[in-house]
């Protein structure tokens, strides 16, 4: 006989519930935890890629060779900034404009090629002997090629082949006088200055020199005429040799007033708190770049970098950096002029002459016989 084994109600309960649990179906497995997907990295743009490679073969290069009328308050600035943002070193060839065209006619006839980009004003004489490439062939970065960043609407080139570009387009602001011997509306036309009481009290630029020319020319053939540059003659004005000197005698008292004055050494005595200014004629007034304008050379020997180097200076970085130590209005629009002197700035209601073509810079040349036919019994 079997024994009967009897079971307690809690124990009955226990047994139940295990066999049921046996049967119930196996728990599903948690769901499994996944990362969330990162976004693939933006392709970077063409230009950028571009950008990218022609740095670093601009660094391998080591050294961009730029000739240039410059002096070194721009020109080591300049070498600084490059040197810290790109490892990359700017060797100057420093000389006036004509020492430097006659340098490039050595080299060529000798069959070389040292030079990678002109940092300078334009040559009419550079420009005829076609030592310069186009910057069509060169020029990529979008904020440069935009004709809309631009004054006029365009990029400022001297030619058709545009081989020289103007960085700058400042307004000749060519009337200088010192403010405790001449007031404001006395010099607000240049007809005041054929008054008897400015008969050799007026102080002029040597118009044998590029600055000088370059006044004696724009005031005669396109904001007044040839009549009046001889009426101004008769005045006999004294002309002087060096640009410096010329604003230092207004702002020593010497001289009244200057005509054809530079604003870069204007600036110098305003820091020193000399009692000079600048204004512009009512008759209006001729833009520029003055000595801030590129252009890269026939077959240089460092190709990277004269591409980096003018992509870099017309861009709203370059231009700004330029604007600032020349002392010029960019002739970009999106660079700032708050830390430029007012005549420096082109001003909306005033009228302002492009004569940065190379139709003018060869009119200037043509020019010169006759400014020193005008004004040469003046020159000592």
């Not at 970077?44 to 571009?50: F, H, N, T």
């Not at 005698?249 to 004055?261: E, I, M, N």
Request: with cysteine.
């Amino acid at each position: 006989m079997k024994k009967i084994v009897v079971y307690g109600i809690p124990a009955m309960l226990m047994l139940i519930g295990l066999v049921a649990s046996a049967c119930a179906p196996a728990p599903a497995a948690p769901a499994a935890t996944t990362a969330p997907k990162q976004p693939a990295p933006a392709a970077k743009e063409s230009w950028q890629q571009e950008w990218d490679r022609l740095l670093q073969a601009a660094q391998k290069e080591g050294q961009i060779v730029l000739y240039s009328s410059s002096g070194s308050v721009v020109t080591a600035p300049m070498t600084k900034h490059f040197s810290d943002k790109y490892g990359i070193n700017l060797e100057w060839v420093s000389a006036t404009t004509a020492q430097l065209e006659e340098r490039i006619y050595r080299e060529r006839r000798a069959g070389l090629y040292q030079g990678d980009a002109y940092f300078s004003g334009t040559s009419a004489v550079l420009f005829g002997e076609k030592v310069m490439d186009s910057l069509d062939n060169f020029l990529f970065l979008p904020e440069v090629v935009d004709k809309k960043a631009w004054w006029g609407g365009n990029l400022i080139f001297i030619d058709d082949e545009h081989t020289w570009a103007g960085l700058l387009a400042y307004p000749i602001s060519p009337i200088f006088y010192n403010t405790n011997l001449v007031k404001p509306e006395e010099v607000r036309s240049y007809n005041n200055f054929l008054e008897p009481k400015w008969k050799q009290k007026i102080v002029l630029f040597n118009p044998r020199t590029g600055g000088g020319l370059d006044w004696v020319y724009h005031v005669s053939e396109v904001v007044m005429s040839r009549d009046y540059l001889a009426a101004l003659a008769k005045q006999e004005p004294i002309i002087v040799n060096d640009a410096r000197q010329q604003v230092e005698w207004v702002a020593q008292g010497k001289y009244p007033v200057a005509l054809g004055g530079r604003g870069e050494n204007k600036a110098e005595f305003v820091r020193l708190g000399a009692p000079v200014a600048m204004t512009t004629p009512v008759e209006g007034t001729n833009l520029t770049s003055g000595a801030a304008g590129v252009g890269i050379f026939l077959r240089p020997p460092h190709p990277n970098g004269a591409k980096l180097f003018v992509n870099w200076a017309m861009s709203k970085e370059g231009g700004a950096l330029i604007s600032k130590l020349i002392g010029g209005h960019s002739a970009r629009l999106d660079v700032p002029t708050d830390f430029l002197e007012p005549a420096m700035v082109r001003q909306p209601d005033v009228k302002y002459f492009n004569t940065i073509t190379a139709a003018h810079t060869q009119r200037k040349q043509e020019f010169a016989a006759v400014a020193l036919q005008i004004l040469g019994p003046l020159m000592k």
